[in-house]
């Protein structure tokens, strides 16, 4: 367990909660990386990914600045490293070729961290919860951006993508028009991009029962999938020809009715092409996914690897940004579709119906797959 500050007075029950919550969140994180040599933690891995090691200062570095820095009022415990380990500051392509903490200088980094954070809590209380919440899965979501990485590296431990046979029989769902109510409620925890929540019209569709699976996908493969023209936009064909993309080996190797995965937009929008389908937008999927009038009346097999839509990512009608812009305003536009639903690797504090993902549409090291949608 992570280090604690020694206290005089016991703590608050919603305090020692948080404290402990923070506590799991570190140890769920170094428990990914068990076995991994100091060599594995530093390497370049990928060039769209950090250095394992640099995640790990940036979680200590976001959790200094958020809960001691701006919710404690101290000054940061390391101010010459806030800039290193700052994503915007340092992006990826630099990560590799800074001077960095080594690996045990890291976890110290983030043992100290720790300690201020319950002190400062003990302090100050939690507020309304609300950053100390961030922090938390700020943490967790880097613990599978570090699993995607050690994807790419052949770093999984045995027993890992945990990606299994579906349960559910393929078929379509049947979603009838009308409105319902998109986005989280004003109360609990959400990401400012979740909110408000607001009232959607939609028209009938029909959206798949499960995602693809490793079956179809190679059917789609072997049948012409990656030399048809015809099924691919302008810019997902420009990407496969210059990279010659075809499927991942993960496909062939998986089980047959496994989910496919490490599939990007440009991929699952030719698939859908393919099939006389589509992709379905955001709000058909929000819609589906919590639709629950009738006993097992939603798609099955959510949260087994994150769902791409067709729509891009973008703040809702009255949106505010909270509490910094850098977290989702920047990425608003045409550049980024939305993902949803999960995937194995997404810890169950950090997945929700409501929890929007977004990526560029040529990346493929999002354990992501694609469940169609149609006209009804």
């Not at 608050?12 to 990386?33: F, I, K, M, N, Y």
């Not at 493969?221 to 015809?230: A, I």
């Not at 550049?335 to 990346?363: C, I, M």
């Amino acid at each position: 367990m992570a280090a604690r500050a020694v206290q005089t007075n016991p703590l608050s029950p919603d305090v020692e909660q948080a404290c402990s919550a923070l506590d799991g969140a570190r140890e769920h994180t170094l428990a990914r990386l068990d076995g991994l040599s100091d060599e594995q933690l530093e390497r370049v891995h990928s060039p769209i990914m950090s250095p394992l090691v640099w995640d790990l200062a940036h979680i200590a570095a976001y959790e200094d600045l958020w809960l001691a820095h701006r919710h404690g009022e101290r000054a940061l415990l390391c101010p010459e490293l806030a800039r290193l380990y700052d994503a915007f500051e340092t992006p990826r392509a630099l990560r590799g070729e800074i001077e960095a903490l080594a690996p045990e200088q890291a976890r110290e980094y983030m043992r100290e961290v720790h300690k201020r954070s319950c002190e400062v809590l003990a302090e100050r209380g939690l507020g309304d919860g609300a950053i100390c919440e961030m922090v938390i899965r700020h943490e967790l979501q880097h613990t599978e951006t570090m699993r995607q990485t050690m994807a790419i590296a052949g770093l999984l431990p045995d027993g890992e993508p945990r990606l299994h046979p579906m349960s559910a029989s393929e078929g379509w769902l049947q979603i009838p028009a009308g409105p319902f109510a998109m986005g989280s409620a004003a109360k609990g925890f959400a990401y400012d991009n979740e909110r408000p929540r607001h009232n959607r019209d939609l028209a009938a569709y029909a959206i798949a029962l499960r995602p693809v699976s490793n079956a179809s996908w190679l059917h789609f493969s072997e049948g012409g999938g990656y030399e048809r023209r015809e099924w691919w936009s302008d810019e997902g064909w420009a990407w496969k020809e210059e990279f010659d993309i075809t499927h991942d080996r993960g496909v062939a190797a998986g089980h047959p009715q496994a989910p496919v995965c490490h599939v990007s937009w440009f991929e699952a929008d030719a698939f859908a092409r393919a099939h006389d389908a589509r992709l379905p937008t955001e709000a058909e999927w929000e819609k589906a996914a919590t639709w629950t009038q009738e006993e097992g009346r939603r798609p099955a097999e959510i949260g087994a690897v994150w769902e791409w839509t067709a729509s891009h990512f973008s703040g809702y009608p009255g949106f505010v940004p909270y509490p910094y812009r850098e977290y989702s305003e920047v990425f608003f536009g045409e550049d980024y579709p939305v993902l949803r639903g999960g995937s194995w690797a997404t810890h169950e504090r950090v997945a929700g119906l409501r929890f929007r993902n977004w990526d560029l549409p040529q990346r493929r090291q999002i354990f992501a797959g694609v469940r169609l949608a149609r006209e009804a």
